[in-house]
Structures are given as structure tokens and as C-alpha cells.
């Protein structure tokens, strides 16, 4: 079953689907301005088992939660190029 987020929970993952953050950074990259409130979604977050906490005041997505970046996603595949195969 998919965890229901609310908007503003959404805009945290979001943005924690960069790497870690912490809570100065999410007031910085969200529309949430207040830095409690930020606390508060994390909070709410990590009782979800969607984020956990790293080291104090730092924070990223749980891996095993259904909204990690999959590692395919992150992959770049650049096809190899042999000798004669390049466009004239």
C-alpha cells in the first residue's frame, strides 16, 4: 500500500530525492519558510518510515521506502563507440 503524503510532505521528498538535508536546506529549496514546520514534516516523515535521520539535524530518504530514488534512475549509459562506427 502506498504512504499518503500530504503537498507539503511531497515537497520535502522532492527535494530529499537530491541526497541528505537538513532543515535549514529544506526552508531554503521548499515553499515552507519556517523551520519548525520543516521539523514537524520530518518528524511526521520519519514516524511514516519514509525518511530517516543520518546524524542530528541531518536527513534523507528512507532506502527501503517506496519513495527512494530507484538506483536506475541515477544510472547513465553511454553506448561505447568502436573505430568506424562514428557518423560521417
Do not use: C, W
Amino acid at each position: 500500500m502506498k504512504e499518503e503524503l500530504t503537498e507539503k510532505q511531497d515537497e520535502v521528498v522532492e527535494v530529499m530525492r537530491e541526497g541528505r538535508v537538513t532543515p535549514d536546506y529544506l526552508t531554503d529549496q521548499t515553499s515552507i519558510d519556517a523551520k519548525q514546520t520543516i521539523q514537524y514534516h520530518l518528524r511526521e516523515l520519519r514516524a511514516k518510515g519514509v525518511v530517516q535521520r543520518v546524524h542530528t539535524g541531518l536527513y534523507e530518504l528512507d532506502p527501503s521506502s517506496q519513495f527512494a530514488p530507484d538506483i536506475a534512475d541515477e544510472l547513465v549509459f553511454d553506448s561505447p563507440t568502436r573505430a568506424g562506427d562514428e557518423d560521417v
